[in-house]
């Protein structure tokens, strides 16, 4: 099993930057893909970006391409969510998960979830 602790979440002006971060127990945490989802109020809980287990892999939604980034360190057990330029619109709670798949890309996909952690963007 592999638990997580998502941090780093809070408010940020639009135009800024914030970085997530998302630890993980476990020995096993290099055999994991790990994605980071977001649900903002009366919304469906969404893709943001996903990383294979080497880090030589990353996926990411449309909405956040080219803005945001995700990598991991496997000595550490951590994956990281670099949010530059964040809008209104990316204002959520964010999730990271891992999942022993190659990576996903959908909620149902994961296998293992943290708790979430809020980021509010200002305009």
């Known amino acids: 099993q592999v638990q997580l602790v998502a941090s780093g979440g809070g408010l940020v002006q639009a135009g800024g930057s914030l970085r997530l971060s998302c630890a993980a127990s476990?020995?096993?945490?290099?055999?994991?893909?790990m994605g980071w989802f977001r649900q903002a109020p009366g919304k469906e809980r969404e893709f943001v970006a996903a990383?294979?287990?080497?880090?030589?892999?990353?996926y990411y939604a449309d909405s956040v391409k080219s803005r945001f980034t995700i990598s991991r360190d496997n000595a550490k057990n951590t994956v990281a969510l670099q949010m530059n330029s964040p809008k209104p619109g990316d204002t959520a709670v964010y999730y990271c998960a891992a999942t022993r798949k190659q990576y996903g890309l959908g909620v149902s996909q994961y296998d293992y979830w943290g708790q979430g952690t809020q980021v509010t963007v200002s305009s």
């Open positions: 476990g020995r096993t945490f290099s055999t994991y893909a």
């Open positions: 990383i294979n287990w080497s880090g030589g892999y990353t």
